[in-house]
């Protein structure tokens, strides 16, 4: 399995490349005016679903991150599960991400 990315400094995609060179996927971001990621889509095409590519494709975000010292802001929601799986990557979550996490968490509605 390879990846192709493409990115012209406004977004980019990150393209699952399968052996027999056929595309099985992708996962999408933006160029925040801040320099973070918002990581806003991922695909699987039908035909591989059961390959479990999507972990492939967060990871490979994950690594361009790391790669970029830059986090990422997830706004699709496998994007968000899989942080939500690995709070050891909690690192790479940008901060206005993690504040509006807190406050929706700390928010509680009352019942008068």
């Not at 990871?59 to 799986?85: D, G, H, M, Q």
């Amino acid at each position: 399995m390879n990846f192709k990315q493409y990115d012209d400094g406004k977004e980019g995609r990150f393209f699952v490349i399968l052996d027999n060179g056929m595309e099985a996927g992708w996962i999408q971001y933006k160029w925040l005016d801040n320099g973070n990621l918002l990581a806003n889509g991922t695909r699987v095409y039908e035909e591989f679903k059961n390959q479990k590519l999507g972990i492939p494709l967060f990871n490979r975000l994950v690594e361009f991150a790391e790669e970029s010292k830059t986090k990422i802001y997830p706004l699709c929601p496998f994007v968000v599960k899989t942080f939500a799986r690995h709070p050891e990557l909690k690192h790479l979550l940008a901060d206005d991400y993690l504040q509006e996490q807190e406050t929706t968490t700390n928010s509680k509605i009352r019942l008068d």
